[in-house]
């Protein structure tokens, strides 16, 4: 069945009151995890796209917020909707190369989509076949040829880099980049979550043991780095970038109990182990 995915805006009137597009900023590599959304009208924030029960796609936008808490809002009120059918999100960033962050989705039949960052725009479909992966993610610019690049899991564990082409399309061939990833539970995207200017890849494993897997920069990887403990007790978790701006990457989870957590990170690779309870009540968390 086709479901309904609305992306809310966090203040209707100020939507309204304003033209529909901004001029697209800048779209480097650290927003990779991001959503431009027209009504950001050209700032970029560390949004987190969330999935609810009725199957509604609600941005909670990132921003300085009252009292450093990194929220502008909660995304109240009906926004702009799109018909799909999407069962995973993956943020690549500027994908197609126009200045604005971008999202994908994989549907039901294993299609997977592109969305613009600009608004307005269609979603154009630019994979077939993904329904055999396990997990997606995107790491930014991972073989760092300047362009974004999904990685995925088949059901075997294998992980696969595909390889963008800075236009809205793939380069030909992909590449095994790892093997054995069927123990992890989850998979996300660390942005630079250890600041040595290369993207990064977080994992929890089974037991609950969290792992920061360096990307070397060109394609591969630095040796891994247990970062955390415990984690079986979170059922979701993603890294939506500097979401307390206070200049390093973070982590936001959700406990088996359904409260939400930010967990900032120490720009080491590390946390500062100082969590703050977030008032966000969603069942589907991706970043």
Do not use: C
């Not at 001029?23 to 700032?43: K, L, V």
């Not at 029960?53 to 300085?64: I, K, M, S």
């Not at 406990?255 to 589907?284: K, V």
């Amino acid at each position: 069945m086709r479901r309904s995915y609305t992306i809310v805006a966090a203040a209707i009137a100020l939507a309204l009151a304003q033209p529909l597009f901004a001029s697209p900023a800048r779209a480097d590599d650290s927003w990779h995890n991001f959503i431009q959304i027209w009504w950001d009208f050209g700032e970029v924030y560390s949004d987190l796209p969330t999935i609810t029960d009725e199957g509604h796609v609600t941005v909670y936008e990132g921003g300085p917020g009252e009292g450093g808490t990194g929220w502008e809002g909660q995304g109240l009120g009906p926004g702009p909707t799109v018909v799909l059918d999407a069962d995973a999100l993956v943020m690549p960033g500027d994908w197609d190369g126009n200045g604005s962050a971008d999202w994908m989705f994989r549907d039901s039949d294993g299609g997977l989509f592109s969305l613009s960052g600009t608004g307005g725009a269609k979603p154009v479909q630019v994979g077939w076949g993904w329904d055999v992966m396990t997990a997606m993610v995107s790491p930014g610019d991972w073989n760092g040829d300047g362009h974004p690049d999904v990685l995925a899991r088949d059901g075997s564990g294998v992980l696969w880099m595909y390889r963008g082409d800075g236009i809205g399309g793939w380069l030909p061939g992909r590449i095994q980049v790892g093997w054995g990833w069927n123990i992890m539970a989850s998979i996300f995207s660390g942005h630079d979550f250890n600041e040595d200017d290369r993207p990064d890849i977080l994992a929890v494993d089974a037991n609950g043991g969290m792992w920061l897997y360096p990307g070397n920069g060109t394609g591969g990887w630095l040796g891994r780095v247990q970062v955390g403990w415990g984690w079986q007790k979170m059922d979701l978790v993603a890294a939506p970038g500097d979401f307390d701006y206070d200049g390093h990457g973070d982590v936001i989870a959700r406990d088996i109990a359904g409260s939400m957590w930010l967990y900032p990170g120490n720009g080491a690779g590390g946390f500062t182990w100082t969590r703050r309870l977030l008032n966000i009540s969603t069942p589907a968390l991706f970043g």
